[in-house]
T-cell receptor
Framework: GENVEQHPSTLSVQEGDSAVIKCTYS??????FPWYKQELGKRPQLIID?????GEKKDQRIAVTLNKTAKHFSLHITETQPEDSAVYFC???????????FGSGTRLLVRP | DTGVSQDPRHKITKRGQNVTFRCDPI?????LYWYRQTLGQGPEFLTY????????KSRLLSDRFSAERPKGSFSTLEIQRTEQGDSAMYLC????????????FGPGTRLTVL
């Protein structure tokens, strides 16, 4: 069935270091891969996304890479700051569907 | 505020009662989604509307759940005969034109079934 696996479930880094979160999807026809940030008690907010015809996308300190052959995509945050602390969710949209399938989340803690 | 709004923000009910939630999407967004999120998990898809047509439903959506979007603007999600397992955050998201992939989420309705 359709599934997105996300690792690690928790990640603690020192301020200024980089953080990497990885996701694997099962439906090879998936065509859209967004990343959402959710702070405690808040709504999920899109931080970056990538479509299947692109291998990499960058927006300031955030980048996403996609490997269609391996069916995995990753979020990279450089020069982390305490305000980056939150839960991050990856998602994939199967080609035959309108929905997003979310990973189980990564709780990122950036230590000052 | 031009974002997605949801009402109520919190709902406490007793098992067996019916509840109804409302979602107002971003103006002119014709695509609307409902998700459910439990503690420590990612949002789980429930159903999707394009204008007033319900085009996709999750198998998770039992016959106790029903959603409507009668005029293609706001949507309602009703849960009948609530069970303790229905306790969760119910999130609504909206999306604009076909060329835009981004789903914008509302603040959610937190349901607690006692």
């Amino acid at each position: 069935g359709e599934n997105v696996e996300q690792h690690p479930s928790t990640l603690s880094v020192q301020e200024g270091d980089s953080a990497v979160i990885k996701c694997t999807y099962s439906d090879s026809a998936s065509n859209y891969f967004p990343w959402y940030k959710q702070e405690l008690g808040k709504r999920p907010q899109l931080i970056i996304d990538i479509r299947s015809n692109v291998g990499e996308k960058k927006d300031q300190r955030i980048a996403v890479t996609l490997n269609k052959t391996a069916k995995h995509f990753s979020l990279h945050i450089t020069e982390t700051q305490p305000e980056d602390s939150a839960v991050y969710f990856c998602a994939a949209r199967p080609d035959s569907s309108y929905k997003l399938i979310f990973g189980s989340g990564t709780r990122l803690l950036v230590r000052p | 505020d031009t974002g997605v709004s949801q009402d109520p923000r919190h709902k406490i009910t007793k098992r067996g009662q019916n509840v109804t939630f409302r979602c107002d999407p971003i103006s002119e967004h014709n695509r609307l989604y409902w998700y459910r999120q439990t503690l420590g998990q990612g949002p789980e898809f429930l159903t999707y509307f394009q204008n007033e047509a319900q085009l996709e439903k999750s198998r998770l959506l039992s016959d106790r759940f029903s959603a409507e979007r009668p005029k293609g603007s706001f949507s309602t999600l009703e849960i009948q005969r609530t069970e303790q397992g229905d306790s969760a955050m119910y999130l609504c998201a909206s999306r604009g034109q076909p060329s835009t992939d981004t789903q914008y989420f509302g603040p959610g309705t937190r349901l607690t079934v006692l």
